[in-house]
Structure formats: C-alpha cells, structure tokens
C-alpha cells in the first residue's frame, strides 16, 4: 500500500529530527494528513506502527486531518475539495499523485483547472516529541 | 514543520548505480526518442534499466514505446512495471490521455511525491526523460538528485544550441557532471555543432542523421530498434557503458 511508503518516510523523518535534537525517545509525533491525499488513517497508522524503530517503543502517533482548501487562479474562487464529485479511479490517481487534481478536479464556479492547493495537499511531520540524553 | 518525503529520496535511489537525464535546451530535439531508445539499447545489452518519464505536462515516452493498459503495482510504495525489459515510470499511468495543467510548485510536488514512493529496486541505470530547459525538474533534480550525469541533445539548429550553451553553464556552475552532447536529426554536412561543442569542452557523443523512418516506429519498439536513430544512440550506450 502507498500508505506504507509514507510510513517509511515519516519514521525516517522524525528519526532524523530526534537525532538532531539529541532525543534518546520519542514520545509523540504529530503528522498532518491533508485531505486531498484520500490516505485512510487506519492503514497508516498501522503502517507506522508496523515500520517504527526501538526509539519509538512508546510513542505516540496523532494524525490530524485538513480539508483541502483550493482556490481558482482563474476566478478567485475558494472551495474545498470532496471525493464525491469524482470516480474511484480519479480518486486513486489523485491519492497516489495529489496533484493529478489539476487533471480531474474543475472550479466549481468558472470550471478552470488551474488552481492553488492552499492547505490539505498531503502528509507533514507537524511535530516530534521526545526525551532528550541527559 | 517537516516535508517526510524528502528524506526518503535517497532511500529509494540507494540500489541505482547511474542516474542520467537526457535533457536539452530545447523542446522538440527528440529527447523522448533518445532518451527511449537509449534505455532500450542498455536493457538489451543485459544491463538492468529504468526508464522515467519527467516530462508531466507533455509526456510522450509512453508512446514512443507503446505502452497502454498497465498501471504500477502497489507493494508499500508503487512499483514500476515491466515494460519491453525496462522498469517504466510515467504520470500518465494516473492522468491517462487527459493534459495535466500544472505550475511550478505543482510539478515539483509531484516529483518529489513520485521519487518518495517508487521502488525502483537494484538498477544499472536509471533513464530520466526531461522537459525541455532549465526549469523546475532540472533544478529539483540537481537539489535531490546530486549524482544524476546530464546527456544534452541538440539539433543542428544554431537555435538550439544557443540554449544547450546556457544549460551546460548552469550545470558546470552546479558542478553537475554532463557526459556530453548528441546531434539529432542532421540534415546537413556542417560540423559546426561538433566544433561548438569541442570549443564548450563538452563531449561530442554521436551524430544521429534525420530519418524518416522513426516516425513510423513510434509504438513499436523493435522496428525503432532498427532505425538510424538507434544505431547513433548504440554510440551513447557504448560510452555510457564503458565510461560512466
């Protein structure tokens, strides 16, 4: 699953942010999932349980999700993004490259393609918490 | 606030021994053509090859090799099809035939999200069919991708060189490696290219005449093989193989 790669990527991120900062544990990581993404929590949250190292041992993981907010470069235009309005295979294209967007998804007010993706693009490590060496 | 995609990059490039980008100054020099045909060429010499598509909003190596009806499998992260021996990449698998209208950020993004969940696996050579100029693809590239060597093709057009001189400063500036330069579609006797090229210090790769025929082997990867387009870009593979 793709939710497995990012996985990967977000232990090897918050490893390298507790390595910089000298933590001996971390305690809590905070990952951002925008909602264009379509990533369902359940398998990431397992795929990161799944892919963690010892320095993990009790961390916590808090997805927090974000609505993806798109504005028309055309018009000016500000909407959210909903999944309903297009097929399943749209939706996965979109999940596996969010920006395939531009391809399927249309202002809903002018019908233009270019727009910005303000906020809800994908997955960012917000924060990690940890124990710091004495 | 952390982009995790980034630092999985070098993860999944980790087994790839040579990246290298057929770019050039230009559009519509036929990089796609070499950039295609090279990798077919290493592939066939035994050599374990990857081909990518980079080019997102004009894509076209899928059409050069014919390829249609296959998506990537999904195995914790995607995993590129085999295609006519070669391990083949494009956003086409997720934008079909629709155009995918996208900015600078856009493509960037993008990039970097397909670098972060492509397994790739142990490959000789990666192939990196580009957009034409320095744009963002180029210049994410040299940011993500330090090790990556350029080969720049050119036409015979002053036009077209004028820009390689431009690319191939940006890339010395970068100290970015470039293996050297191929002339496409020659149509005349003039060896000024080559002259340029020598004057620039760049290697001059191979000359590949216009033929007529190449048109006519798009989609069809054996027939492409046996054009004059191939036996110039046989030149490339051979250098690129003892050489780099």
Known sequence: MHEWALAEAIINAASEIADKERMKEITKVTIRVGELQMIEPEILKFALSQTKTEKFKRAKFELQTEKARLKCRKCGHTWFFTKKKIDENEQEAIHFVPEIAHTYVKCPRCGSPDFEIEEGRGIVLQSVKGVREA | MTDPRIG????????????????????????????????????????????????FTSP?????????GIRPKEEKGIVPPEVLGLKYMSITYYSGDLAAPLRGTD??????????????????????????????????????????????????????????????????????????????????????????????????????????????????????????????????????????
């Open chain 2, 60 to 68: 076209s190596t899928h059409v050069v090799l014919g390829v249609g």
């Open chain 2, 8 to 55: 999985i990059i070098h993860e999944r490039m980790k087994e790839i021994t040579k990246i290298i980008a057929v770019s050039s100054g230009k559009g519509g020099v036929g990089k796609s053509m070499v950039a295609s045909t090279l990798a077919l060429i290493l592939a066939r010499k035994g050599c374990k090859v990857g081909l990518f598509d980079l080019d």
């Open chain 2, 107 to 244: 493509v960037s993004n993008a990039l970097i999200e397909l670098l972060s969940i492509t397994i790739w696996g142990k490959l000789d050579y990666l192939i990196l069919d580009m957009p034409p100029g320095i744009g963002d693809v180029t210049l994410d590239l040299i940011r993500l991708l330090p090790n990556t060597r350029f080969l720049i093709v050119t036409t015979s057009s002053q036009l077209a060189f004028e820009t390689v001189k431009k690319f191939v400063g940006l890339l010395e500036e970068m100290k970015m490696p470039v293996i050297g330069v191929v002339e496409n579609m020659k149509m005349n006797n003039s060896d000024d290219i080559h002259l340029q090229a020598d004057k620039l210090g760049l290697k001059f790769l191979a000359v590949i005449p216009y033929d007529a025929e190449v048109e006519s082997a798009i989609g069809d990867a054996e027939k492409l093989l046996g054009t004059a387009l191939a036996n110039g870009v046989k030149k490339i593979a051979l250098e690129i193989m003892v050489r780099n």
